[in-house]
């Protein structure tokens, strides 16, 4: 493998965890821990400032994971020569950054309005919609890691 595919796969795989992983913490690890010690005025806040840092992670890894997959695939000869697992990985990583997207200008987006104005009854479900679309892009990326690594075998 050529040094500078290697150190694009080093980046992609970097970003891919970053996000993974940091999903998985969100949904295992901070949320359930703020529902079980803060109330809505203290939960709610605490969410949203702690969503709006980890989503700027989160978009710095999107375009590091899309930039170096296209760089690895015009290095590797195009799309056509790719294996089927990459494929899939583009198709299923596409779905998930719109997910991501949808999450960031749409639940989110009136999370911190409704957080702004201490408005908790709009802000609760909002952070609910956000729990299940978490979930969602959680269990793809898990299937995109799976696909990438376990499909590659003949
Ligand atoms: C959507 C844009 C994406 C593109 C264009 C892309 C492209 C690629 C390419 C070309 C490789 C190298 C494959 C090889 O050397 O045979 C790769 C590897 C990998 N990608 Fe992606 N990828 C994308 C998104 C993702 C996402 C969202 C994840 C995880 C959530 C991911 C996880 C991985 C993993 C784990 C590998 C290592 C596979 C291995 O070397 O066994 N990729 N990707």
């Known amino acids: 493998m050529p040094l500078a595919y290697a150190v694009l796969l080093c980046l992609h795989l970097l970003a891919a965890t970053l ?5 998985w913490v969100m949904h295992v690890a901070v949320r359930p ?3 079980a010690s803060l109330g809505p005025p203290l939960r709610l806040p605490f969410m949203a400032a702690t969503l709006k840092r980890f989503f700027a992670w989160v978009s710095a890894a999107i375009g590091v994971l899309l930039l170096s997959g296209l760089a690895m695939i015009w290095m590797a000869g195009g799309f056509g020569v790719m ?3 990459v494929h899939a990985m583009f198709a299923l990583g596409l779905l998930m950054m719109a997910i991501f997207g949808h999450i960031r200008f749409g639940p989110f987006k009136r999370l911190q309005r409704a957080v702004a104005a201490h408005d908790w009854p709009a802000a609760a479900p ?3 919609q956000i729990r299940q679309l978490v979930a969602l892009n959680l269990l793809l990326g898990i299937v995109v890691f799976v696909l990438a690594v376990v499909g590659r075998a003949p």
């Open 19 to 23: 996000w993974v992983g940091g999903m």
């Open 33 to 35: 821990a703020a529902v």
């Open 126 to 128: 909002q952070m609910n």
């Open 83 to 85: 294996h089927w697992s």
